[in-house]
Every structure is written in C-alpha cells, then in structure tokens.
C-alpha cells in the first residue's frame, strides 16, 4: 500500500510502479471526485463524507477482491486511508474496516507531507496545513491498525521507486531455486 495525505506524491510513485511492471490499483477516491463532478452529483467528500467514504469502501473492497488473481499489487491508498478521513472530518468510521483491513500486507508506504511538491487541484482543494493534519491521522489509523509504517524518502521518483523495491527485498526475499 502506499499513502500518505493529499498531494505527497503518492500517485505518482504508484504510476511508476505500474511502467515498471507491477500491478497497481488506482486511488479510488480521485476517480470518484471525477465522475461525480461529471454527473454534477452532491456525492463529494466536502458535501457528504460519509455518503462518499462508503462509495470508496465498496470500491476499495473490490480491488482487494481483484488483487487475488496476482502474486504482488500495489494500491494507491487503502481502507485506513478512509478510517484517517473519516476520524479527521469527524464521522465515525464503521468498526468492519479494522477487520477489513487485514486483507492487505501488513506494510504501508508512507508519503510524509511535503511541502515543495504540494499542489492543489481540482479534487485536492485541501491546503498543505490540511493536508499535514490528514497525514497526521492517516498515519495514526495505519499505526493502530497494525501496520509497519515505513516513510517514503524524499528525493525523486525513481528513488522512492528503489526504496520501495530494496524495502520488498528485504521483508519478503525470492526463495532460491537451487534450494531443496
């Protein structure tokens, strides 16, 4: 998993891996902003949060069910992710998302706030105290999910791209062939 709040580079290092061969799930959330204000809905995280957090976790749970076909994926945000939102607009998240969660590794790569790559956009409206405020609660709800937390280096996107392969190289290591 990879996250982190708005505008840390998230995306972006998830469209990477993806050029670099790995199966990678798109955030959920940003396709959503996009189609609702295409059909000019309400269903907007600054209009409904929970209306919007449920659309995103029935979403995020069909990625996890399609993830299962492939050995490694890689999403850009998960269920904490939703949990971090939730608690941060003060909406109590469903308590089936901690359980849920564990469908994932339990590692996380953490984008931390950064202020030189911060952009606002029309589905980030969020402005960079926000945004470190919704990295701050992201990242407790990750923490007390359980989850490894592992911060992304600041530095190109190439760079994270290699931390976060010698990080998997790391934990899980490709059994030898020559081993009986």
Same mark, same amino acid.
């Given at each position: 998993?990879?996250? $982190?709040?708005? $505008? &840390?580079? /998230?995306?972006? %290092?998830?469209?990477? %891996?993806?050029? =670099? $061969?790995?199966?990678?799930?798109?955030?959920? =959330?940003?396709? #959503?902003?996009? @189609?609702?204000? #295409?059909?000019?809905?309400?269903? +907007?995280?600054?209009?409904? #949060? *929970?209306?919007?957090?449920?659309?995103?976790? *029935?979403?995020?749970?069909?990625?996890?069910?399609?993830?299962?076909?492939?050995?490694?994926?890689?999403?850009?945000?998960? %269920?904490?992710?939703?949990?971090?939102?939730?608690?941060?607009? $003060?909406?109590?998240?469903?308590?089936? #998302?901690? /359980?849920?969660?564990?469908?994932?590794?339990?590692?996380?790569?953490? *984008?931390?706030?950064?202020?030189?790559?911060?952009?606002?956009?029309? @589905?980030?409206?969020?402005?960079?105290?926000?945004?470190?405020? +919704?990295? &701050?609660?992201?990242?407790? &709800?990750? *923490?007390?999910?359980?989850?490894?937390?592992?911060? +992304?280096?600041?530095?190109?996107?190439?760079?994270?791209?290699?931390?976060?392969?010698?990080? +998997?190289?790391?934990?899980?290591? %490709?059994?030898?062939?020559?081993?009986?």
């Amino acid at each position: 998993m990879i996250s $982190g709040g708005p $505008g &840390t580079g /998230k995306s972006t %290092l998830v469209d990477a %891996l993806a050029r =670099s $061969g790995e199966v990678c799930y798109p955030e959920v =959330s940003r396709q #959503l902003i996009r @189609e609702q204000v #295409l059909q000019g809905t309400k269903l +907007l995280p600054w209009n409904d #949060l *929970a209306g919007f957090a449920h659309e995103c976790v *029935a979403r995020m749970r069909a990625q996890i069910a399609d993830s299962a076909r492939h050995a490694r994926a890689f999403f850009d945000r998960g %269920l904490p992710d939703v949990v971090g939102y939730l608690r941060h607009g $003060g909406v109590a998240p469903v308590s089936a #998302l901690r /359980k849920d969660s564990r469908a994932y590794t339990p590692v996380v790569f953490f *984008a931390p706030p950064w202020r030189e790559i911060y952009v606002n956009d029309s @589905e980030r409206p969020q402005s960079f105290d926000e945004s470190v405020a +919704l990295s &701050t609660q992201i990242r407790r &709800t990750y *923490a007390e999910y359980g989850f490894i937390v592992i911060d +992304l280096e600041r530095g190109s996107v190439q760079d994270r791209v290699r931390q976060v392969q010698r990080v +998997l190289d790391k934990m899980y290591p %490709l059994a030898d062939p020559w081993v009986d």
